[in-house]
């Protein structure tokens, strides 16, 4: 698991269903991911630039109702999820997204504007809470 992955697999994020899976859990679905980020590099694409990573679970979770978009036309969770992701990609290019993670990658998600109050609080004291010797080099942007 990626460091950020580590920090979001936390109780606070554990307790509230948003953890991420670890990568062993789900090794197609790693390896189709890892392929993808490769020819999308071929064609010009940068990693952290104009290739972002998100993670929609916790995105449903910590935005604000009006942050979403229609998606009356999305038919399924993976079509709502898609959804999200563009929004982020979206947000990405008019700067209204943050990150968090370390070399091994990083994790985009919407300003911090976008986010209900009480998962600001309950993100900013598990940030604040981390232990610092396993989390020393995460960094982030998000309070900025």
């Not at 209900?116 to 960094?139: C, G, N, S, T, V």
Request: hydrophobic letters at 40%; charged letters at 30%; one cysteine or more.
């Amino acid at each position: 698991m990626r460091l950020y992955e580590k920090f979001l697999s936390t109780s606070i994020f554990r307790k509230e269903r948003v953890n991420p899976l670890p990568p062993a859990l789900m090794p197609e679905l790693s390896n189709f991911a890892r392929e993808l980020v490769e020819k999308l590099e071929k064609k010009g694409f940068v990693l952290g630039i104009n290739l972002v990573e998100t993670f929609p679970t916790l995105v449903k979770k910590i935005c604000k109702k009006e942050f979403f978009l229609n998606n009356s036309i999305c038919q399924t969770e993976n079509q709502k999820s898609a959804l999200i992701c563009a929004q982020i990609a979206f947000l990405h290019s008019q700067f209204k997204t943050r990150w968090l993670g370390y070399k091994d990658g990083f994790l985009f998600l919407p300003e911090i504007s976008f986010w209900k109050k009480d998962w600001r609080d309950k993100f900013y004291q598990a940030w604040k809470e981390r232990p610092r010797l396993k989390y020393h080099r995460l960094i982030t942007n998000l309070f900025r």
